[in-house]
Every structure is written in C-alpha cells, then in structure tokens.
C-alpha cells in the first residue's frame, strides 16, 4: 500500500489529489470531507457548480476571466469539459499534454500555498511515477512563482453498495423510468472504478478506496484511513456543515448537500436500508443463481434489471472494492515511505 504523502510536505512539493465517484453516489459528501482538511485547496474559488472541474472552461486556459452564469450552474461561456473524453481515446503522449493543461486551468483557482491541490471527477491518467516528474518540469508559472518544483498524484475511489440505491432520489426516479438502464448503468460504473484501482495498481499511483457505507455510518473509519493515506490533508471532520464559507455569486459554487455527513447518515437506520455495517456490506442473495432476497426486516434486496449473470458480476466487483477499502482501515497507525 502506498502512502499519497507525510504530514509535512516539503515546501517544493503539492499533492494533486483526485476523489472519484460516481456522479449522484455521494461524490458530493466525499469531496466535503476532504475539503474539511486544514490543508487543502479546492476550486471552490473558480465560482463554479458545486465547485466541480466538470464546469470548467475548454475555450481558453484562463480560467478567471469568464463571465460567471446568473443562475446555478456553468458560466454562460463554459460548456462541460471535453478533456475526458480526449484522455480515454487519445495515445499517452497526448494524455499527457492535456494533464499539463489541466493543471495550467486548476492551478489559476487553487490556493497554491497549501499542500494538497484537491479536485473532484478530474479526468485522469495512471502516471507513473517518471511521468509525474516529467510534468513537474513544466509545471504553470503561476506555481512556479511559488517555488512549487514537484507535482505528486493520488487518488480516493469511493462505491456505493448496491442496495443504498435507497438513499437516492434520483436513484429511485431513474429506476421507475427504466430500471433496466439504470441496473446497466450501476454495473457500468463499479465496473470502471475497478478499471481504475488496477490500472492505479499497475502505475503504483497511491489509491485509497472507500465505501459509502462506511462515510455515513463510520465516519471515523474513513476519517483515520484517510489520515493514514494522506497525514497532510490536516485534521479532517465529518461533522463540518458541506456549506462553503467562500459562496459567491449568488451561490452557484456553494455545494448542494445540506448539513453534515455524520447527520445525514444518523438520520438513517442501516439495516432499514438493507445494509451491515460491521460487515461492510448489503444483506443479500448468496447464491449466484439468486435475484431476489427478503431479509428478516421484510425488507426486499434485488438485482432486478440485471441478467443472473450481471448480477453475479455485481458481486464480485463489490467483492474486490470492499477487500480494498478494508486495507488502509487495517492499518491505519502503519505508514511506509512515498516509493
């Protein structure tokens, strides 16, 4: 397991530090926890929704200097940006070129002095470490002028357990739509979070995997796995309201959870939501050939939408990502050197 840094970074050096999840899975409670550190720099400052790369500008690289939007969401000259896209079809030389643009836009709205340079759904690479050293030659002026020399790289993979669908409005509206879409495009997306653990695997990137789970109902779990991984996040605090003190324009880049992660999840009864928190998983069918399941709360577990095959499949990639998530909370007074 490797470590994303110490508690004291050299005064050369910052930690760009991914949170992935899948959009509507509670990405919005990870990047809030995270954001709680003493030590970490958003882009809450580029005034933009819920302060997400996502609305971030393609046209130009001056980020700053775009109008900013009357109503919540995107700047009236911004548009999604494409840069994901690009970085899944093209060649690594070039996926390369567009993480040092990347890094030219973000570093204009983080606050450089701090240490950890945080972003949320970041299009990303599997750099190796040679890689990472490569883009810290060429880093942005801007980061230059404050004796920033060297760029690290780390990631925090976080899945939502099947069957806390439940916690979802939007889960449950995308489900009477077409709950065969919706199962597809679940299943899609622990598919691509465990692409993306081994392909982080393979570059020795340090990665951290969490379990929605176990942010709502042991915070302090995630909390001391996430200060093992990353001791110079500074202190971090579930308890924090998501409410951020530098809103501007009306807003568009407060975040849109209410309250605190630790309030959200004591306002439910786990096992109502078919979920074991000291096992760290759902209850459930344990026979493969198995779809359907009702626990002694009456409560009804499903994979329906899904073939008897997807829902196997479902499984074991729950399977390897809870195995993943219990490493770094085993361990977390253990801390080897950055390789």
């Known amino acids: 397991m490797l470590p994303a840094c110490k508690s004291d970074l050299a005064s050369a050096e910052r930690l760009w530090l991914t949170a992935h999840a899948p959009p509507f899975h509670g990405s919005t409670a990870l990047h809030t926890l995270l954001m709680s550190g003493g030590h970490v720099a958003h882009l809450c400052f580029a005034s933009r929704w819920q302060c997400e790369e996502r609305w971030l500008c393609n046209g130009s690289t001056n980020l700053l200097s775009h109008e900013i939007g009357e109503r919540a969401g995107p700047s009236k000259t911004c548009q999604p940006s494409r840069m994901r896209d690009e970085l899944h079809t093209s060649d690594h030389s070039s996926q390369l070129r567009l993480m040092r643009k990347q890094i030219e836009i973000f570093a204009q709205a983080w606050d450089l002095r701090h240490p950890v340079l945080l972003t949320k759904w970041a299009p990303w690479i599997a750099a190796t470490a040679a890689e990472m050293e490569s883009l810290s030659m060429t880093l942005p002026a801007r980061m230059s002028a404050m004796g920033i020399a060297r760029l690290r790289a780390a990631h925090v993979i976080m899945y939502r357990p099947w069957c806390l669908w439940r916690l979802s409005a939007n889960a449950k509206r995308w489900r009477r739509q077409n709950i065969t879409d919706w199962a597809t495009n679940e299943l899609r997306g622990l598919d691509a979070l465990v692409t993306m653990h081994e392909k982080l695997v393979a570059a020795r990137q340090p990665r951290l995997v969490v379990s929605l789970g176990d942010l709502l109902w042991r915070p302090e779990r995630v909390t001391a796995a996430l200060g093992s991984f990353a ?72 994979f329906s939408g899904l073939s008897t095959h997807q829902a196997a499949r479902v499984r074991v990639l729950e399977a390897y990502l809870r195995v993943r998530a219990a490493e770094w909370q085993e361990s977390t007074t253990a801390f080897m050197p950055y390789a």
């Not at 324009?249 to 096992?271: C, D, E, W, Y």
């Open 231 to 302: 001791p110079c996040l500074g202190g971090l605090n579930s308890s924090r309201s998501a409410e951020r003190p530098e809103a501007t324009h009306g807003g568009i880049n407060a975040l849109k959870t209410v309250g605190s992660i630790a309030a959200f999840g004591a306002s439910f009864k786990p096992h109502r939501q078919g979920y074991l928190v000291e096992q760290g998983m759902c209850t459930g069918p344990v026979a493969a050939s198995s779809l359907e399941y009702v626990d002694r709360y009456g409560l009804r577990f499903d």
